[in-house]
């Protein structure tokens, strides 16, 4: 079973530079989310999905947009990279995005230069 | 809003022994609560979990109890091994399709 998969695992950005970071999932979940994980912050929510269709905004989306066209794809998009944005991104999965578990993606190591 | 608070690391073990990392919580409502592990280079697994008070989630030899009057999920293993060295992550979800998590206790067992 795949579950969650992210693409790519590492990418290095420029300052200006536009990108998307893939994330699919093959569990039929209709939750999808985006964290950003920072040294002593933990993980902190980007952006949500409850469906296909249906997005809203979490902890920090300033920077990022996202787009659900089917249950299975939730892709992250930087319009204009920052260093700030230099992070670990994580997309996650649940079943319903109440009281069921997260399941993670391996994640992708993004440098802003 | 909803927060997770839980101990400071790194945590620095001998093997065989007990571990206990803290967790607290605020949040309105009851929420679910989570512990997740993050093995190195990877994303993060789920460890246990409890969905009401007094429940106790268990997995692979760990433990937490979810404590309402203390608003508390503290996780415990009796025996600790050098392959539990991890980042273990406290979490909750309200119920407002937001998923909040602590800022991670690394955990280093020396054998």
């Known amino acids: 079973n795949a579950g969650v998969t992210q693409t790519p695992k590492f990418q290095v950005l420029k300052t200006g530079q536009s990108m998307t970071l893939q994330c699919a999932q093959d569990m039929n979940h209709e939750y999808m989310s985006w964290y950003r994980q920072d040294p002593g912050m933990g993980l902190r929510l980007i952006h949500y999905?409850?469906?296909?269709?249906?997005?809203d905004q979490g902890e920090v989306p300033n920077g990022y947009n996202v787009s659900r066209s089917t249950t299975e794809d939730f892709p992250l998009r930087l319009l204009s990279a920052a260093p700030s944005q230099t992070s670990v991104y994580f997309c996650?999965?649940?079943?319903?995005?109440?009281?069921?578990?997260?399941?993670f993606g391996n994640g992708t190591r993004l440098t802003v230069t | 809003g909803d927060s997770v608070t839980q101990m400071e690391g790194p945590v620095t073990l001998s093997e065989e022994a007990f571990l206990t990392i803290n967790c607290t919580y605020t949040?309105?409502?009851?929420?679910?609560l989570f512990w997740y592990v993050q093995y190195p280079g990877e994303g993060l697994q789920l460890l246990l979990k409890?969905?009401?008070?007094?429940d106790k989630g268990s997995n692979k030899g760990f433990e937490a109890t979810y404590r309402k009057e203390t608003t508390s999920f503290h996780l415990e293993k009796g025996s600790v091994q050098v392959s539990d060295s991890a980042v273990y992550f406290c979490?909750?979800?309200?119920?407002?399709?937001?998923?909040?998590f602590g800022t991670g206790t690394r955990l280093k067992v020396l054998a």
């Open positions: 999905s409850v469906g296909a269709g249906i997005t």
């Open positions: 979490a909750l979800t309200g119920g407002t399709y937001k998923y909040i």
């Open positions: 949040a309105t409502g009851y929420p679910s």
């Open positions: 996650a999965s649940s079943r319903t995005g109440q009281d069921s578990p997260l399941h």
């Open positions: 409890a969905t009401k008070a007094d």
